[in-house]
Structures are given as structure tokens and as C-alpha cells.
């Protein structure tokens, strides 16, 4: 199961390294990862996605993160009321009698066409992870040609 965990540190030089440290060395992957100044400039907020099965796990992770010096607190948003979200550009295959099919997506989803240049067109989009997977299945009807996606991000209520 996947486990989203937002992590405040201290906006220090090696914090990210330390932190990626303490789960590559114990053998778990991070599935997402964004990171962000928070209103306070000294302070990061970490969106952490984890994939691991057994609660006990996620209590070790959680544990160990709070040990390091420079983090400040732990969100685990699993069992929490929250909104989280993902960002993604993607680059598709465009002419102007797609503009209005493009368009007719977007009532549905929340994205637009930021740029198209020839051929091409580049689509910024925003949702939940099963928003984005659905919206890139319509995307690949004109034919996908790059992603990138940021990590989740997320808020409890």
C-alpha cells in the first residue's frame, strides 16, 4: 500500500541526502518525492510516498524520520482527511481541428494547453492520481510524446 507522509525540516544543505539516506539504507523505495520552502524560507515541506505492506514498517519509517536532527515534524496523511494533488506537463501531438477536443477534455479535468507550437502541444494538468492516470489515458488517443510529472503533494483538512 501506498503511504503518503509529509515531512517539515530544517531548509538546510544535506537534509534531502539524509533523509533518502535513511530509506535507501533500509531497503525502501520512494515511490514520490516533492519538496518545497514553506512560508518560512528556513523550513521545507517534504511530500514522501512510500510503498510498504506492513504498518510496523511505516511506524519504523515515521520513527526513524523524527530521529534526525533537522526534522521538525511528521505527517503520516494515510488515515487522515486530506487533499493531495500531482502536476504534470505533457507534451502531445496537435493540429487546430484538435484545439476543440482538446478543450472539451479539459471540462472534465483540470488542465489547459499552455503552449502550442506546430505540431505540438503542451498540456499542464492538475489531480488526484487517479484524475492524472485517466486524463493521460484521453492524452494518448492524440498520442503522447513526453511526460513529467511532479511528485504528490498534500494538505490535511
Do not use: W
Not at 503518503?4 to 530509506?23: D, H, P, Q, Y
Not at 479539459?106 to 503542451?122: P, R, S
Request: glycine share 6%; hydrophobic share 45%; with cysteine.
Amino acid at each position: 500500500m501506498r503511504h503518503t507522509i509529509s515531512v517539515l525540516v530544517e531548509n538546510k544543505f544535506g537534509v534531502l541526502a539524509r533523509i533518502s539516506g535513511l530509506f535507501s539504507a533500509r531497503g525502501y523505495n520512494i515511490a514520490s518525492l516533492a519538496v518545497s520552502e514553506t512560508l518560512d524560507p528556513t523550513i521545507s515541506c517534504m511530500t514522501i510516498v512510500v510503498e510498504v505492506q506492513d504498518e510496523k514498517i511505516l511506524e519504523q519509517i515515521k520513527k526513524q524520520l523524527n530521529k534526525l536532527i533537522d526534522v521538525i515534524t511528521t505527517i503520516d496523511f494515510t488515515k487522515k482527511e486530506h487533499v493531495e494533488r500531482e502536476l504534470i506537463l505533457v507534451k502531445v501531438n496537435y493540429s487546430v481541428k484538435d484545439k476543440a477536443k482538446l478543450e472539451n477534455i479539459f471540462d472534465k479535468y483540470v488542465g489547459k494547453i499552455i503552449q502550442a507550437k506546430g505540431n505540438t502541444a503542451i498540456i499542464e494538468a492538475v489531480g488526484d492520481q487517479q484524475q492524472i492516470k485517466q486524463l493521460l489515458e484521453k492524452l494518448n488517443e492524440f498520442g503522447i510524446k513526453e511526460l513529467i510529472r511532479t511528485g504528490r503533494i498534500a494538505m490535511a483538512y
